[in-house]
């Protein structure tokens, strides 16, 4: 393995093909869902709509709220 990371390190390449391996990377390491998100800025996934009557907090503990 160290001799296949060394023969990595000393290929020449060009900027075009350093660019494209660099970005492959990093599209590898953060997963491409969140790299096209990032590039469109949109979420992949519609998030539900939460109604204000429901949730943490939005009632009296342990009971009802009056008024």
């Given at each position: ?23 492959l990377a ?16 949109k979420s ?7 109604n204000a ?9 342990g009971g009802?709220?009056?008024?």
């Amino acid at each position: 393995m160290n001799a296949q990371l060394s023969s990595l390190l000393e290929k020449e390449v060009s900027r075009k093909e350093f660019l494209g391996m660099s970005g492959l990377a990093l599209a590898s390491i953060f997963g491409f869902g969140s790299v096209i998100k990032l590039l469109t800025g949109k979420s992949l996934h519609q998030q539900p709509t939460m109604n204000a009557s429901y949730g943490y907090g939005t009632s009296a503990y342990g009971g009802h709220k009056e008024g």
